[in-house]
């Protein structure tokens, strides 16, 4: 297992929420719903219970100079002459890890589903996340399907911050980043009912720009009914090369993109509450 | 009968020139209405370069009909093409072979025994333009200006 | 004409994490945009809607669509094609013609009296461009990966109102 990097900011009990480890590949056009069955049986034995969804759309960060992009619609590609392939989730009897499969998506992910559930941590997400791709790609080549061809990389923390209930939502975004945000009050009307925040960052490596951070910060109600800030930090890019090790040399670096910036955005007290190390 | 092309061992035509298609012979590309593309200052609707695009298959190659084999066998060179939304272009083999492409034969029995193919155009417009530029019209696709 | 941003269609400039599950739902809070007259930063430019037409015609064609053995034009090239025009085209930008490859494919079309821009898409990350200037002769070709830097000065200057 790769060690953690040591001067990588560490916390006891952080607010994390749900992690996803994700790349994104050229889609396997010869993939159909039933060959899911045979990747099922791959994962089984630890992931026995299945779950089916409509895929994820294709992202993909892209750059030019200034003056460049325009908002558009978001637009999802479907071939109107075929039933679409699902997106199928492999879960484990916790319903804590599972894994994701659609024709040009496969993801890993941990999620927080009891108080008493602990992040199994990077280092051990990565080599699921590598053993299960690995295996994803075996049976795509024994079945005929083709090969796994990356061209984007998503890894993703979720942070779940609780909004107690004599405080508001924009108190308790200025209490997690208060460093970089206050809300203004604005004469009679006051402080502001709520706040979202979204900051993106470019990625670069040799000065070119392979990819983004996302950064935010909005509320939430959780399925429990408690009243939450998600702060979410995603990075996403394309992998130095396609293939494996590409793949897990983007996931390590926007792994310490986001834990670095978490560090540097939010409040030295809050990093007490987390057990900051 | 032409000597046949040569295969692999799954059996699919490997890229030739074959021998009996002659450099002064002539091949007929289909065009269709999907290959147009439209001048965005007159409007005027012409084939664009992507219409001498190389398939992805087994075999690749841009898929013609060998139009000096049709007439031998009594064919018009427009036989093949049968939907009446779709044209044609003539392309002169000894071009095709200057500009660096193999021109070879690959037989669809059962439905087309003049098919041939030409090879080498690769990815990318720039190659694909230069055929566009040596071809001749034989009959415009639907929409064609 | 004037209409309401539907803001649930807008800005793939920042999707969220597409493999988060999550166990909650973002809060509903209604944030509806007013009714707004058509202006060029706030509604969808010509040519995207232009593309998806485009894209759902080249969606309905199955294999051998051309009877010469065509493939049926690929999701992940039509994505990545959007995916280029989104980053390199303004607002005003023309459209382009988009032709589907025998390979499966998409080739995107700026056609001009001065200049031709063709950008053919194989594949995710894999843009090939070529410029022809009608007057001087010149032909220029280049590949493209997710920098879309010089596409976007060309097509500005050449193909922008």
């Known amino acids: 297992m790769t060690p953690r990097p040591p001067d990588l900011p560490d916390f006891t009990a952080p607010p994390v929420s749900e992690v996803s480890l994700g790349v994104q590949f050229n889609s396997i056009e010869q993939l159909q719903a039933p060959h899911l069955g045979s990747i099922w049986a791959e994962f089984k034995s630890k992931f026995p219970h299945i779950e089916q969804q409509p895929p994820v759309e294709q992202n993909f960060e892209t750059f030019a100079d200034k003056g460049g992009g325009v908002p558009v619609p978001r637009m999802q590609f479907q071939l109107l002459s075929n039933v679409p392939v699902p997106r199928v989730l492999f879960i484990n009897d916790q319903r804590t890890e599972l894994l994701q499969v659609q024709r040009d998506h496969f993801y890993h992910n941990w999620r927080k589903i009891g108080e008493g559930d602990q992040y199994p941590r990077f280092e051990k997400m990565i080599e699921t996340f ?148 | 009968m032409p000597a046949n092309p040569p295969r692999d061992d799954r059996g699919f035509v490997i890229p030739h020139n074959h021998d009996e298609i002659l450099n002064h012979h002539h091949v007929i590309r289909h065009t269709t209405p999907q290959d147009l593309c439209r001048n965005v200052d007159t409007g005027e609707r012409r084939l664009s370069s992507g219409a001498f695009c190389e398939s992805g298959d087994e075999v690749g190659g841009m898929s013609v009909d060998i139009e000096e084999w049709m007439a031998a066998d009594g064919l018009a060179p427009l036989h093949y093409v049968t939907d009446p939304s779709h044209g044609a272009v003539r392309l002169n083999v000894a071009e095709l072979r200057a500009l660096g492409f193999q021109v070879g034969w690959d037989p669809l029995v059962g439905t087309n025994l003049h098919h041939g193919e030409v090879w080498g155009i690769g990815n990318g417009s720039g190659r694909r333009r230069k055929i566009a530029n040596i071809a001749e019209t034989l009959r415009k696709a639907q929409g064609e200006d | 004409m004037s209409y309401a941003l539907a803001r649930t269609n807008w800005s793939p400039r920042a999707r969220s994490a597409a493999g988060a599950i999550g166990s909650t739902v ?50 992940d090239a039509l994505s990545f094609a959007y995916s280029v025009l989104s980053e390199a085209m303004a607002p005003t930008t023309a459209s382009p013609s988009v032709i589907p490859l025998s390979n499966g494919g998409v080739q995107l079309v700026w056609a001009g009296n001065q200049v031709d821009v063709e950008v053919e898409v194989m594949h995710p990350n894999q843009a090939l461009v070529y410029s022809l200037d009608h007057q001087s002769g010149v032909e220029t070709e280049w590949q493209l990966t997710t920098e879309f830097s010089p596409l976007s000065a060309l097509l500005r200057s050449k193909f922008t109102a």
Request: charged share 25%.
């Open chain 1, 130 to 277: 590598k053993d299960g791709l690995q295996r994803l790609d075996s049976v795509v080549s024994a079945e005929g399907l083709g090969t796994i061809v990356p061209n984007q990389c998503e890894v993703t923390y979720i942070n779940h911050v609780p909004v107690p209930a004599e405080k508001s939502t924009c108190e308790v975004i200025e209490q997690l980043l208060g460093r970089w945000f206050a809300p203004p009050i604005l004469g009679e009307l006051g402080g502001p009912e709520d706040a979202r925040l979204l900051l993106r960052y470019v990625i670069r490596h040799d000065d070119s720009p392979i990819g983004r951070l996302l950064v935010s910060a909005e509320p939430a109600w959780k399925l429990d009914g408690t009243y939450i800030i998600q702060l979410m930090l995603t990075a996403r890019g394309k992998p130095r090369s396609a293939d494996l090790a590409g793949v897990v040399d983007f996931l390590n670096l926007g792994r310490i993109h986001v834990v670095k910036s978490f560090n540097s955005l939010t409040n030295p007290e809050m990093h007490k509450l987390w057990g900051k190390e």
């Open chain 3, 26 to 75: 973002t809060e509903p809070i209604p944030v509806n945009q007013p009714a707004v007259s058509r202006s060029s930063t706030g509604s969808a430019p010509d040519w995207s809607r232009s593309f998806e037409n485009r894209a759902q015609e080249l969606l309905q064609l199955r294999p051998n669509w051309d009877n010469r053995g065509s493939a049926t034009p690929r999701i």
